[in-house]
C-alpha cells in the first residue's frame, strides 16, 4: 500500500526574520508566519491527511497545531524530528557569521558530515535519530500524513529516505511552509516534488 508522506518546513519564525542561527533554540511564530500556517494547512485540505506529527520545538508545532485545527485531524509530537543542535553558534546572525568565518560555513554547506562546526550536535545521533522516525513512519496504519519540523531534519529525512546520506544535507533547500511529497511504497521512498510553495501566491 503506498503512503504519502507531506514534509512541511515550519512557518516564518521571529528568528527566522531576524536572520539568527536558531537550531535548539525556539522563537515564536511571526505574523506573516501564522498567515503562512494557515494558508499550508488550506493547500493540503483535500490530500485526505489522516494525521500530523510536529517537532516539540514552537515555530513547528505552532504551524502544525493550525495544520491539525484547520483539517481536523489528530496531532502528536515526536522528539526525533526537532532541529538539529548547530552548537555555540546558534544565536549569532547567520550572514555576520558567513562573512567572518566564510571558509568553515562554505565547508560545512559542502559536507557537514567531514566538516561539522564545532559543537554542534553529531551528525551520527542526528542520523540515528532521524531513521528512528523514518522507519517508524513505514509500520504506522495512516495513509496520509503531514510531518511539520525543520531545514535540517526535513533535508534529513529526504537525503535518508533516497539514499544520498547526510553528505548532501545542505544541497536540499526548502522555505517557511514549502512542502515537499515522499510517495512510501514498502521500504521505497520516491520524492514527488520539493519545496512547492504555490500556496504562497
Given at each position: 500500500?503506498?503512503?504519502?508522506?507531506?514534509?512541511?518546513?515550519?512557518?516564518?519564525?521571529?528568528?527566522?526574520?531576524?536572520?539568527?542561527?536558531?537550531?535548539?533554540?525556539?522563537?515564536?511564530?511571526?505574523?506573516?508566519?501564522?498567515?503562512?500556517?494557515?494558508?499550508?494547512?488550506?493547500?493540503?485540505?483535500?490530500?485526505?491527511?489522516?494525521?500530523?506529527?510536529?517537532?516539540?520545538?514552537?515555530?513547528?508545532?505552532?504551524?502544525?497545531?493550525?495544520?491539525?485545527?484547520?483539517?481536523?485531524?489528530?496531532?502528536?509530537?515526536?522528539?526525533?524530528?526537532?532541529?538539529?543542535?548547530?552548537?555555540?553558534?546558534?544565536?549569532?546572525?547567520?550572514?555576520?557569521?558567513?562573512?567572518?568565518?566564510?571558509?568553515?560555513?562554505?565547508?560545512?554547506?559542502?559536507?557537514?558530515?567531514?566538516a561539522p562546526l564545532p559543537t554542534q550536535e553529531p551528525m551520527d545521533a542526528f542520523?540515528?535519530?532521524?531513521?528512528?522516525?523514518?522507519?517508524?513512519?513505514?509500520?504506522?496504519?495512516?495513509?496520509?500524513?503531514?510531518?511539520?519540523?525543520?531545514?535540517?531534519?526535513?533535508?534529513?529525512?529526504?537525503?535518508?529516505?533516497?539514499?544520498?546520506?547526510?553528505?548532501?544535507?545542505?544541497?536540499?533547500?526548502?522555505?517557511?511552509?514549502?512542502?515537499?511529497?515522499?510517495?512510501?511504497?514498502?521500504?521505497?521512498?520516491?520524492?514527488?516534488?520539493?519545496?512547492?510553495?504555490?500556496?504562497?501566491?
Amino acid at each position: 500500500m503506498k503512503k504519502y508522506i507531506y514534509l512541511v518546513r515550519h512557518a516564518q519564525s521571529e528568528f527566522n526574520e531576524k536572520g539568527i542561527f536558531q537550531g535548539s533554540l525556539d522563537s515564536d511564530l511571526t505574523p506573516l508566519g501564522f498567515v503562512q500556517a494557515r494558508m499550508v494547512a488550506k493547500f493540503l485540505e483535500g490530500e485526505g491527511i489522516e494525521l500530523v506529527i510536529s517537532s516539540p520545538q514552537r515555530r513547528a508545532y505552532k504551524t502544525a497545531l493550525t495544520i491539525s485545527d484547520v483539517l481536523d485531524v489528530r496531532l502528536e509530537v515526536d522528539e526525533r524530528i526537532r532541529e538539529m543542535s548547530f552548537g555555540i553558534l546558534e544565536g549569532r546572525n547567520f550572514w555576520e557569521l558567513f562573512e567572518k568565518e566564510k571558509e568553515m560555513m562554505l565547508s560545512w554547506l559542502r559536507n557537514p558530515v567531514e566538516a561539522p562546526l564545532p559543537t554542534q550536535e553529531p551528525m551520527d545521533a542526528f542520523e540515528k535519530r532521524v531513521l528512528s522516525f523514518l522507519d517508524d513512519l513505514k509500520s504506522r496504519k495512516e495513509t496520509s500524513i503531514v510531518v511539520v519540523a525543520h531545514g535540517g531534519t526535513l533535508h534529513a529525512i529526504v537525503c535518508l529516505a533516497l539514499g544520498l546520506g547526510l553528505e548532501k544535507l545542505w544541497h536540499v533547500h526548502m522555505d517557511n511552509t514549502g512542502v515537499s511529497l515522499l510517495e512510501m511504497e514498502g521500504e521505497s521512498f520516491r520524492l514527488a516534488y520539493l519545496n512547492r510553495l504555490c500556496h504562497l501566491l
